[in-house]
């Protein structure tokens, strides 16, 4: 065990040692798991890193990355700390519909960790985890090493950051023993995106291209992005364009030059932008003004840090949060490519 670690987990331990013995459990700092199904443990979860196996349900949850936390505060599990989310979070760090969850059954905010990129070992091992879920981030293995000495750690099943949003809810629920809620959750989440869908005919069928104009390079989205699924799911196609300019960049976006934009072609243009301004002057930019969509108006703009979290990608939270202005962007936008047909 790396020496730094050995010392933080022994000042760790003796803090939480502290904590857990000079005070009464409270929903703040320990699961919430009264009343709710529980499946059988020990439960292995295989990961891009290994397996990991959980032994007894656990009641002191961490999560890191993205996602975890929602997922299991969704499925009724409180962690007892979550890592800062600088990009639609508050000034504390803490996502809005996360707030509002938190509110909503009563309990404290959890322990916010510190913004940054790298695993703040000392404070998680001062949470006295008994499993940290990171099954949606971009752990190294020396950092899923270093934290699988805190506590087991679920990391992500393949590449980092490329986690299904619908297996992360499954992989939380297994991890939480809450396999049966993480179905029921599942179970609602499709019925609202079918009820949507049945709800806005004008989406099927339709193409559409998934992009964003930030500090001069325009970025289109993959169909390996949950942005892209999320639409297919609500009734849309993705554009052939999208596949036909990819340039292998990544597996989830790639770049591509203004003097191409008039190659991606598409029947519904989506643009997201970080604010109205940066919405604003992506439409009205010249290199903009020749591709259809934007001529025709197809185009739905979400806008604001928080907006697009809670759909890109979704979370057994966010999208409940976020899809019904969503939707209504993309019903816009629909029925302006119906108009300029």
């Known amino acids: 065990m790396p020496r730094r670690l050995t010392t933080v987990l022994a000042a760790a331990a003796a ?22 199904s529980s499946d059988a443990f020990p439960v292995t979860i295989e990961h891009a890193f290994g397996e990991t196996t959980i032994d007894t349900e656990p009641t002191r949850v961490v999560t890191w990355g993205w996602g975890s936390a929602d997922d299991a505060i969704a499925l009724g599990v409180i962690p007892v700390a979550i ?35 790298e695993p703040p070992y000392e404070e998680i091992a001062a949470a006295a985890p008994d499993v940290i879920l990171a099954a949606y981030s971009g752990l190294t293995e020396e950092q899923y090493e270093l934290l699988s000495d805190i506590a087991p750690v679920v990391a992500y099943p ?19 023993g809450k396999s049966t809620e993480a179905t029921t959750l599942l179970s609602d989440i499709d019925a609202t ?54 340039n292998g960049e990544s597996s989830f976006y790639y770049t591509l030059s203004y003097e191409q934009l008039d190659l991606l072609s598409s ?22 003004q020749v591709m259809p969509q934007v001529q025709s108006g197809a185009v739905a703009s979400p806008v604001g840090a928080a907006f697009i979290s809670s759909v890109s990608p979704p979370t057994g939270l966010s999208l409940p949060w976020g899809i019904d202005d969503y939707v209504d962007l993309l019903s816009t936008a629909a029925l302006a490519a119906d108009a300029a047909k």
């Not at 892209?228 to 999208?242: H, R």
């Open 267 to 288: 029947d519904v243009l989506v643009n997201f932008g970080a604010t109205q301004e940066e919405s604003d002057a992506f439409l009205s930019a010249g290199y903009a």
């Open 15 to 36: 803090i939480a040692a502290l904590t857990l013995s000079g005070c009464s459990a409270t929903p703040a700092t320990d699961t919430a798991t009264d009343g709710a």
């Open 158 to 176: 393949d590449e980092p950051w490329s986690t299904d949003w619908r297996e992360l809810i499954t992989i939380t629920g297994t991890a939480l």
């Open 193 to 246: 995106i079918a009820e949507k869908a049945a709800a806005h005919p004008e989406f099927a069928g339709k193409s559409v291209a998934l992009t964003s104009d930030s500090g001069g390079v325009f970025y289109v989205y993959t169909d390996a992005d949950p942005r892209v699924t999320f639409a297919t799911d609500l009734g849309f196609t993705s554009a052939p364009s999208v596949a036909t300019l990819a």
């Open 83 to 117: 890592p800062f989310q600088a990009y639609g979070g508050d000034d504390k760090g803490v996502l809005p519909w996360i707030s509002e969850a938190l509110d909503e059954q009563g309990v404290e905010t959890p322990t916010v960790l510190s913004d940054s990129t």
